[in-house]
């Protein structure tokens, strides 16, 4: 058989791909093409692209990527109003439902391991919320946050160790949860850091960070969302109405805030915001170390169609 007699190459495995990178990284631009040779639909999946009114501070699709590409859970939520992981797993899996059954594969791009999972898989929560507890122990944080990350370190330090000690909602509903069992999570209840193919067949791939220039690139992103009107975006969100405690947790959103407020110059918001955008990176570095069985590209100077070939060919062998 001649090279122009042997078969083309079949389709991809799997008809819905996850697709993680941390932020910087150009993930959106790797998606976008990847979803151009796949003739996919693109899911995001990430707590505060979900938010109208702040593109530029969330970092949401520019028009061009959705000219090229149908995307879904984009700027669809109040900024007024809270935003629970478990309202997100609704709404992602009725997009990628939707796609899937009009035979069109799917990209779950994100940047967030939680909402990741969530989309692709299924998330146990132990036992049903519990109002006057919930308002027990938000009120608890607003006087003394630590007391409460003390006393989940002292329950429960498997759980305390995994969830990010500065979000709220999450000590909340972790701490919530070992008081209603009365024990410690067990590794299903926590969710651990991946549960496979609860809910859909799929591809896991994983941009690799490049371990040159990225801090450079993050702080170069943070000058570009000040240039291209951060500062404007969160002060007309602002008078259109109050912020929920979910989106004022975006970077940047409290840190203009205070701006505006005169607590603040422009030059500290931008040095607080490297800082948490640095952290946040850290996170997604650690958490994406951990995937198993992920299809990993390196992402340090390739172009994003480039690396969605490469990923493509992977899909396809």
């Keep these: 058989m001649t090279v122009a ?24 631009d790797v998606a976008v093409a990847l979803a151009e040779r796949l003739g996919a639909e693109i899911v995001v999946a990430d707590s505060m692209q979900v938010y109208r009114g702040l593109p530029v501070l969330t970092n949401q699709p520019s028009a061009d990527h959705l000219r090229r590409v149908r995307y879904h859970l984009v700027g669809i939520v109040d900024p007024a109003k809270d935003w629970s992981v478990a309202e997100y797993a609704v709404v992602a899996h009725a997009a ?54 003390g006393e989940l370190h002292a329950l429960d330090p498997a759980t305390a160790a995994w969830i990010d000690p500065a979000n709220p909602r999450r000590v909340i509903r972790a701490l919530e949860a070992v008081r209603t069992l009365g024990r410690p999570l067990g590794a299903r209840e926590r969710g651990g850091l991946w549960r496979p193919a609860e809910r859909y067949a799929h ?38 109405g109050p912020l929920s405690r979910t989106v004022r947790q975006a970077i940047g959103v ?8 005169g607590a603040a110059t422009v030059d500290d918001a931008a040095a607080a915001m490297r800082t948490r955008t640095h952290a946040l990176v850290r996170r997604q570095v650690t958490w994406m170390r951990k995937l198993p069985d ?16 490469a990923l493509l060919e992977r899909l396809r062998a």
């Design 5 to 28: 007699d042997a078969p083309a190459p079949g389709p991809p495995r799997a008809v819905v791909v996850g697709l993680f990178g941390a932020t910087g990284l150009g993930k959106t």
């Design 96 to 149: 990628i439902d939707d796609a899937l059954g009009r035979g069109v594969p799917v990209v779950v791009e994100g940047g967030s391991g939680l909402y990741l999972r969530a989309a692709l898989g299924e998330l146990a929560f132990a036992g049903d919320p519990d109002a006057a507890l919930r308002r027990e122990l938000e009120t608890a944080w607003q006087r003394d946050p630590g007391a409460l990350v």
């Design 203 to 240: 591809t896991l791939a994983a941009l690799e960070p490049e371990r040159e220039g990225l801090r450079a690139r993050l702080d170069a992103r943070v000058d570009s969302m000040l240039a291209r009107g951060a500062l404007d975006e969160v002060r007309r969100a602002r008078d259109a």
């Design 254 to 261: 409290r840190e203009l805030l205070a701006v505006l407020d």
């Design 294 to 309: 992920a299809l990993r590209e390196p992402a340090a100077g390739r172009a994003p169609e480039e690396i969605a070939t």
